[in-house]
Nanobody, 123 residues
Framework: QVQLVESGGGLVQAGGSLRLACAASGRIISSAAMGWFRQAPGKEREFVAA????????YSADSVKGRFTISRDNGKNTVSLQMNSLKAEDTAVYYC????????????????WGQGTQVTVSS
């Protein structure tokens, strides 16, 4: 019933910026959690940021706080992740996820996932 499609990944130099977008379709309640996760080769999937479908309660991981901003465009059914001051350690596949429950930082709690988009930061 719910489909998520990420876009905006690419190759950037350290200190640069990138904006990811997650286009959502299907039946989504206003209180549903929309999250961004990332996974580097050989590492566990990591929470990045989350927001409700209505655009309230934005929350970011300490590792990206002050550099990344999550937002919701209600008119276009899109959740965005603005990434600034990128570092080499930000390199990973970034995934958009959703669940019809409150915001969680655990990837195991999300039931809908996009295909992922690669972000590579060169130093």
């Amino acid at each position: 019933q719910v489909q998520l499609v990420e876009s905006g990944g690419g190759l950037v130099q350290a200190g640069g910026s990138l904006r990811l977008a997650c286009a959502a379709s299907g039946r989504i309640i206003s209180s549903a959690a929309m999250g961004w996760f990332r996974q580097a080769p050989g590492k566990e999937r990591e929470f990045v940021a989350a927001i409700t479908w209505s655009g309230s309660s934005p929350y970011s991981a300490d590792s990206v706080k002050g550099r990344f901003t999550i937002s919701r465009d209600n008119g276009k059914n899109t959740v965005s992740l603005q990434m600034n001051s990128l570092k080499a350690e930000d390199t990973a596949v970034y995934y958009c996820a959703a669940r019809p429950f409150p915001i969680s930082t655990k990837y195991q709690d999300y039931i809908y996932w996009g295909q992922g988009t690669q972000v590579t930061v060169s130093s």
